[in-house]
């Protein structure tokens, strides 16, 4: 069954640097989402995509955050300058189409940020 | 706004014994329902979800849940818990126009004794 990939699994960062986490959703999937989990906290929705630009984003998508999908696999998120409160499991997601479509999750990046 | 409430942050039944995780939502009318599932290590699985027609829905691994608009709930049942089972549960809403975001609930973590 196909699914949705991430990597990496984990990522240790000093404070103010960049990262970049990477995710291959469903091959035929044409939308995608970010989420993250902090430590304790509910899943929450950080942006949607589709056609190659931003569908939605939450307030907590500023500035600081940026999506991209550089081919036809990867989607990616980048925090250009990571704070403390960014630690959290991110979540990427996809699905098929519009509608009654179920959102297909990969297993997470745990980001650390000290 | 929309939200989702699990009241229950954690929850411990013995193996065989029946499982229900509760779930209440607000939202501005009947949205979609799910329950995912997360192993630790894991990403979130499907569970179930509820679009329409028959309230009481069948999911995978033998789980249950039954939409009650009355109740603003969709609670999630096993009629006998095998220790496998031991995972975080999220309940999430979305809505019925277009392809919105999910929002998750804070998760109950079930944990099965002997």
């Known amino acids: 069954e196909p699914e949705v990939t991430q990597t990496p699994s984990h990522q240790v960062t000093q404070m103010g640097q960049e990262v970049i986490l990477h995710c291959v959703p469903i091959s035929n999937h044409l939308y995608f989402y970010w989420y993250r989990q902090i430590l304790g906290q509910k899943v929450e929705f950080l942006v949607s995509f589709y056609n190659n630009e931003i569908s939605e984003k939450s307030e907590i998508f500023d500035d600081q955050f940026s999506v991209e999908r550089p081919d036809g696999s990867n989607f990616t998120l980048k925090i250009r300058s990571t704070k403390l409160e960014d630690s959290a499991m991110y979540f990427c997601?996809?699905?098929?189409?519009?509608?009654?479509?179920?959102?297909?999750f990969g297993p997470g990046t745990r980001l650390l940020v000290l | 706004a929309q939200s989702v409430t699990q009241p229950d942050i954690h929850i411990t039944v013995s193996e065989g014994a029946s499982l229900e995780l509760r779930c209440n939502y607000s939202y501005g009318a009947t949205p979609y329902l799910f329950w995912y599932v997360q192993s630790p290590g894991q990403g979130l699985q499907l569970l179930l979800k509820y679009f329409s027609g028959d309230t009481l829905v069948q999911g995978i691994k033998g789980f249950e849940a039954e939409f009650k608009r009355s109740q603003s709930s969709f609670n999630l049942r096993k009629p006998s818990v095998h220790w496998s089972d031991a995972a975080e549960y999220f309940c999430a809403v979305g809505a019925r126009s277009g392809n919105t975001p999910l929002v998750f609930g804070k998760g109950t973590r079930l944990s099965v004794i002997a």
């Open positions: 997601a996809s699905t098929r189409d519009r509608g009654k479509e179920t959102q297909y």
